[in-house]
């Protein structure tokens, strides 16, 4: 299994708004230039994070994206699925006889997710004050 950039883009788009820490909406082109990323790009992302209940969006001259909810409240695994989809670890038409290893490395993978929140990877980012550049 590999997680797509969009995947991967989504979770350093969150991150950065959680690591804001503030109720002021931040506009896109911020979080681009803070993680080094297309803004085109994280335009495409946030319409379905804003969908999913991830993120509000706040128009105006000084408007921007917030987090809907608390970080320690958005679960890893709801992002991932939202962007990419269920957990496929092989191509479910193939019978090969080990559908018993690949049911436990998707239960796996799925528990690991689950178990992290925003908040969690907030906190992993150690001593980059900023959040400059998170890469997940």
Do not use: C
Request: hydrophobic share 40%; net charge negative; aromatic share 8%.
């Amino acid at each position: 299994m590999k997680i797509s950039t969009k995947g991967r883009y989504g979770l350093m788009l969150l991150v950065d708004l959680a690591q804001q820490g503030t109720d002021s909406p931040i506009p896109l082109k911020s979080i681009a230039e803070r993680q080094n990323l297309s803004e085109h790009y994280l335009e495409q992302l946030i319409a379905p994070l804003r969908n999913a209940g991830f993120v509000r969006s706040i128009r105006g001259a000084y408007g921007g994206y917030v987090l809907a909810k608390a970080p320690q409240d958005i679960v890893v695994k709801d992002i991932i699925f939202t962007l990419e989809g269920p957990i496929t670890i092989v191509d479910d038409d193939f019978e090969d006889g080990l559908d018993v290893l690949w049911d436990r490395l998707r239960t796996a993978i799925t528990d690991v997710l689950e178990s992290m929140t925003l908040q969690d990877l907030v906190e992993m980012r150690g001593d980059n004050e900023h959040g400059y550049m998170f890469y997940i």
